[in-house]
């Protein structure tokens, strides 16, 4: 139990971020037990969460029923609380939470595997009535149910085979009716390690759960539209399929969705991993389900991707390659023409990555061309697409375009200078007061890189007097922005002719 109190003092003590001590066992050690006594003492009564660790471990040594015990006592109150969680005390909450699963998986986990495998499901089970409590936007609380629920398949593998084959009935008790999703995070998580007979065991109560339930069903839908677990149910027998190893279950399983429901990608990529390549194939190519954003034409890289190993696996290589550069042209997708030129012979594929940027520099969206220039990465070409299309850039992508100019500004610094300029512009024009801080470092960037950006200007673009000219005449108003920007940003370009920018890791 030493050193268990050891390892938790030193995780929960605060140090200096400059120059961390390294702590280790041994030299905690070194403190004597008196010292370290008084130090988890100190951090207890701080900490609630660490005090009940320090409690656990200290129950550990009347056996895993004591743990169990005080466990019990924390899980029952939980599983009674009603009242609301304000937003100031969420995340303690979450700690809590946390300390809670920490003390089940480490002290009562090495201790008694089945004990601690029914406490994590006992708390699972209370995630929903949790979730009514507590706005959990920041997703810290759902954080810890499925490190619960991670923890439950770290600790499956040391059951004894009679309590691992009871753990489908536990799971169903606890879980069953649940709406949440969790039913199938934890059948995953425990699948792979249960016996075989207790997996087939499992299939065959299920599959008869779900034919009772529709038979109820068929009444309730009279009365109107009602929640239905029967397609988690089912979920959950193709999750216990895959982890038998009956692909044709699987199969059958996915066949009684509509088609637009099917996860024909996922099916076809067990075939290919089965070897079953033809029938691989038909699946690949069957419309299914999508993902957000996916377009009818069948080039989404994933499934061309897919497709194309399914080819190749087919010995159709020409074929493969033909689908790889069909999608590359509709797509610009760097890991499709990563995939193309992995097959292509020495010396051809240099050749073909010539022919690819030059298309996307001539022929594709300008934005999208940009996307994938940065994905491969190719800050040079990056650059020179910008400079070509120096007004097409849209200052109100303010969550990439800093980014991008950063990447950009010490070799490249008139393309910089053009997002930067549209970044600048779109909050001046938007009057958008917030990120008037933003314009000022935006117009200070500008000021640097004028040195070097004036000289190879392009396209009828002004120089940097000019811009600062216009900006004054355009926004005189806007105070709030003047008042942050410093005198050097107003000073005449020429004082920062020769002034070579000092980079620094922050200044993107």
């Given at each position: 139990?030493?050193?268990?109190?050891?390892?938790?003092?030193?995780?929960?003590?605060d140090?200096?971020?400059?120059?961390?001590?390294?702590?280790?066992?041994?030299?905690?050690?070194d403190?004597?037990?008196?010292?370290?006594a008084?130090?988890v003492?100190?951090?207890?009564?701080?900490?609630?969460g660490?005090?009940?660790?320090?409690?656990?471990?200290?129950a550990?040594?009347s056996g895993p029923?004591a743990?169990?015990?005080?466990?019990?006592?924390r899980?029952?109150?939980?599983?009674?609380?009603?009242s609301?969680?304000?937003?100031?005390?969420?995340r303690?909450f979450?700690?809590?939470?946390?300390?809670?699963t920490?003390?089940i998986?480490?002290?009562l986990?090495p201790?008694?595997?089945?004990?601690?495998?029914?406490r994590?499901?006992?708390?699972?089970?209370?995630h929903?009535?949790v979730?009514?409590?507590?706005?959990?936007?920041?997703?810290?609380?759902?954080?810890?149910?499925?490190?619960?629920?991670?923890?439950?398949?770290?600790?499956?593998?040391s059951?004894?085979?009679?309590?691992?084959?009871?753990?489908?009935?536990?799971?169903?008790?606890?879980?069953?009716?649940?709406?949440?999703g969790?039913l199938?995070?934890?059948?995953a998580?425990?699948a792979?390690?249960?016996p075989?007979d207790?997996?087939?065991?499992?299939d065959?109560?299920?599959?008869?759960?779900i034919?009772?339930?529709q038979?109820?069903?068929?009444?309730r839908?009279l009365?109107g539209?009602?929640y239905?677990?029967?397609?988690?149910?089912?979920?959950?027998?193709?999750i216990?399929a895959?982890?038998?190893?009956?692909?044709?279950?699987?199969?059958?399983?996915?066949?009684?969705?509509?088609?637009?429901?099917?996860d024909?990608?996922?099916?076809?990529?067990?075939?290919?991993?089965a070897?079953?390549s033809?029938e691989?194939?038909?699946?690949?190519?069957?419309?299914?389900?999508?993902?957000?954003?996916?377009a009818?034409?069948?080039?989404?890289?994933?499934?061309?991707?897919?497709?194309?190993?399914?080819?190749?696996?087919?010995?159709?290589?020409?074929?493969?390659?033909?689908?790889?550069?069909?999608?590359?042209?509709?797509r610009l997708?760097?890991e499709?023409?990563?995939?193309?030129?992995?097959?292509?012979?020495?010396?051809?594929?240099?050749?073909?990555?010539?022919?690819?940027h030059a298309?996307a520099?001539?022929?594709?969206?300008?934005?999208?061309a940009?996307?994938?220039f940065?994905?491969w990465p190719?800050l040079?070409?990056?650059?020179?697409?910008?400079?070509?299309?120096?007004h097409?850039?849209?200052?109100?992508?303010?969550?990439?375009?800093p980014?991008?100019?950063?990447?950009?500004?010490h070799?490249h610094?008139l393309a910089?200078?053009?997002?930067?300029?549209?970044?600048?512009?779109?909050i001046?024009?938007?009057?958008r007061?917030?990120?008037?801080?933003?314009?000022?470092?935006?117009?200070?960037?500008?000021?640097?890189l004028?040195?070097?950006?004036?000289?190879i200007?392009?396209?009828?673009?002004?120089?940097h007097?000019?811009?600062?000219?216009?900006?004054?005449?355009?926004?005189?108003?806007?105070s709030?922005?003047?008042?942050?920007?410093?005198?050097?940003?107003?000073?005449a370009p020429?004082?920062?002719?020769?002034?070579?920018?000092?980079?620094t890791?922050?200044?993107?």
């Amino acid at each position: 139990m030493a050193e268990a109190l050891i390892g938790a003092t030193a995780s929960n003590r605060d140090l200096p971020m400059a120059r961390k001590p390294v702590l280790t066992t041994d030299k905690l050690k070194d403190l004597g037990t008196d010292k370290l006594a008084q130090l988890v003492l100190d951090e207890a009564e701080r900490n609630a969460g660490f005090r009940r660790q320090v409690k656990a471990a200290l129950a550990g040594k009347s056996g895993p029923e004591a743990i169990a015990k005080l466990i019990d006592r924390r899980l029952s109150g939980l599983a009674r609380a009603k009242s609301f969680i304000e937003w100031d005390k969420a995340r303690a909450f979450a700690d809590d939470l946390r300390s809670l699963t920490d003390t089940i998986t480490s002290e009562l986990g090495p201790a008694a595997p089945a004990l601690a495998i029914d406490r994590l499901l006992r708390f699972i089970a209370t995630h929903e009535q949790v979730f009514e409590r507590v706005d959990d936007s920041s997703g810290r609380v759902q954080d810890v149910y499925y490190q619960a629920i991670h923890a439950t398949g770290d600790i499956a593998p040391s059951l004894p085979v009679p309590e691992a084959d009871t753990l489908p009935e536990k799971i169903m008790t606890a879980l069953g009716e649940s709406t949440h999703g969790y039913l199938a995070e934890v059948t995953a998580a425990v699948a792979p390690h249960l016996p075989q007979d207790s997996l087939s065991r499992w299939d065959s109560d299920l599959k008869d759960a779900i034919s009772e339930r529709q038979a109820e069903e068929a009444v309730r839908k009279l009365d109107g539209w009602f929640y239905s677990m029967t397609s988690q149910w089912a979920g959950i027998r193709q999750i216990l399929a895959s982890a038998r190893g009956d692909l044709d279950l699987l199969i059958a399983l996915e066949l009684k969705k509509k088609p637009h429901m099917q996860d024909t990608l996922a099916i076809a990529a067990q075939l290919l991993e089965a070897g079953r390549s033809a029938e691989a194939l038909e699946w690949v190519r069957k419309p299914g389900r999508r993902t957000f954003g996916e377009a009818d034409d069948g080039l989404s890289p994933e499934r061309v991707s897919l497709e194309a190993h399914i080819l190749d696996a087919t010995g159709d290589r020409s074929a493969a390659q033909a689908l790889r550069w069909r999608c590359f042209e509709a797509r610009l997708s760097a890991e499709i023409l990563r995939e193309y030129l992995k097959q292509l012979p020495d010396f051809e594929d240099i050749e073909a990555e010539d022919r690819a940027h030059a298309f996307a520099l001539e022929k594709a969206e300008p934005e999208v061309a940009l996307q994938f220039f940065l994905d491969w990465p190719q800050l040079d070409l990056a650059a020179k697409l910008i400079t070509t299309h120096p007004h097409r850039w849209d200052g109100g992508d303010w969550h990439i375009l800093p980014k991008i100019a950063g990447l950009l500004e010490h070799d490249h610094p008139l393309a910089a200078t053009i997002l930067y300029r549209a970044l600048l512009d779109s909050i001046l024009d938007r009057a958008r007061s917030k990120a008037y801080g933003h314009g000022a470092k935006y117009l200070g960037k500008l000021g640097l890189l004028a040195g070097e950006a004036d000289p190879i200007r392009t396209g009828g673009m002004v120089d940097h007097a000019a811009y600062l000219a216009k900006l004054k005449k355009t926004h005189p108003r806007k105070s709030g922005f003047w008042a942050r920007v410093g005198d050097e940003e107003l000073k005449a370009p020429q004082a920062n002719v020769a002034r070579r920018p000092v980079w620094t890791k922050d200044d993107g």
